[in-house]
């Protein structure tokens, strides 16, 4: 829905600025959507500003807790399935039966399902597909998915992109799930046959620990290879229980990397360079930054192809946006004119707020296809995860929050691989 704005990042900012409104719309439209933010702003998970009532007895930051009962309703799914990746009003019969709900038990989840949705599901399949049969139903179906993500045969199931694709995540703001985004996309390629490297360029080392490659002090890690060019294959670490996938730690040294590069050559190209002396073979290579724009990122913006760019669905999560636009045209300018951002991710989406529609709403229309289709639900699997030293992928394949990074891997892949066709 486009005003003037066309997605160039210079335009970006007047929309942003005015919180949300889209484009051309009219007085009136552009004073709700100001409501809608105003509103979800100062009451959070009010229930006014829930599109279904049934699903208001849980507040989202419950998930955030270690609590093994996922608070999101199971029409939340929903909204991860739905090709358009808007959020649906109405609860869809399909949610009911989708095993994307959380590793719930039978029971729980009959009891949590019930009261939203049972109409929907008998007005469009009949009595016998309402109630009782979701006791089993969705486990069968969820451990399906489980196994389809897990793919214990390793077979190439998402196609390999016809020449290295090496993806820089970023976004200066911290929190909006860079790390996660990273960890959990290599390993969904890397289980789907895709060699797959990560590169930990953020002092505090959340990659290397979601991964669980050791990374305590002394380790060899990004910091040697980028000031004192030691190889990146010599601190590269095989991440276990994942064939196909290796880990470049950061270690806490790396926290000086930002002012000790300053003094060395060429410093914004050392992880370029060290990148084009990898003698090993890969498919993908993600490199998760730091939750700044200084000199790691700017390395991190010089080796890569493409931008993948995490957004949390949340208010602020726009702000700071054009900032990060407009560093990354000066490094296409003057260091890297094959960079483009490829990728828009929608992270930690709540459906239950109409903030998190209209965030969607407005990058939607601002990046237009560059937002992935797939949006990451907010869903406490994926926070807990990296806690045991896994992905959401391996530690809980049934729940959402794999079942959405699987889809955007997916997502990813695909787009590659049109890519590469059209290269040729
Ligand atoms: P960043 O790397 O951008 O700083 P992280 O990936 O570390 O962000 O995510 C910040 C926090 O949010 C982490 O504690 C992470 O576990 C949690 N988190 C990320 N994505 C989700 C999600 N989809 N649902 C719930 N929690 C999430
Ligand atoms: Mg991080």
Known sequence: MGDSAGGPPSE???????????????????????????????????????????????????????QPQPPDPPTDYATVATPSGAAPV????????????ESLGPTQEAQEDSPSSPTAAVDENGVAAALPADDDLPLAMEAMRAVQILNP????????????????????????????????????????????????????????????????????????????SVPLVDVAQ??????????????????????????????????????????????????DCPPSLGLLTVNALVAAREVLIPIQCEYYALE??????????MVRAHLNPNLEVSTILLTMYD???????????????????KVLQSVIPRNVRVSEAPSYGQSVMTYDPGSRGAASYFEAAQEIAERGAKWGENER
Do not use: W
């Open 12 to 66: 970006y900012r007047s929309e942003n600025r005015t919180a949300g409104h889209s484009g051309g719309a009219s007085e009136a439209g552009r004073d709700d959507t100001v409501r809608y933010y105003g509103r979800s702003k100062v009451v959070g998970a009010d229930t006014s500003a829930i599109p279904e009532p049934t699903a208001a007895d849980h507040d989202s930051r419950e998930t955030m807790t270690a």
């Open 90 to 101: 109405e609860p869809d019969v399909s949610s009911r039966t989708d095993p994307g709900n």
């Open 351 to 369: 459906r239950r707020t109409r903030l998190a529609d209209a965030v969607e709403q407005d990058v939607r229309n601002h990046f237009g296809d």
């Open 320 to 329: 700071g946006l054009n900032q990060l636009l407009s560093n990354i045209s």
């Open 238 to 287: 095989p991440v276990e229980g994942i064939p196909n996938l290796t880990c470049v730690p950061a270690t806490i040294d790396l926290a000086g990397a930002e002012i000790e590069l300053v003094s060395v050559v060429a410093r914004e190209s050392r992880l370029a360079r060290a990148i084009a002396a990898y003698p090993r073979e890969f498919d993908y290579l993600f490199i």
């Open 153 to 228: 045969s390793g077979e190439v199931t998402m196609p390999r992109p016809a020449r290295p694709r090496i993806i820089c995540v970023a976004n200066q703001k911290g929190g909006v799930g860079k790390t996660t985004t990273t960890v959990n996309l290599a390993v969904a390629l890397a289980l789907h046959g895709n060699r797959v490297l990560v590169i930990d360029l953020d002092p505090q080392g959340n990659a290397s620990t979601g991964l669980n490659v050791p990374h305590h002090a002394g380790v060899p890690d990004i910091y040697d290879c980028l000031v004192d």
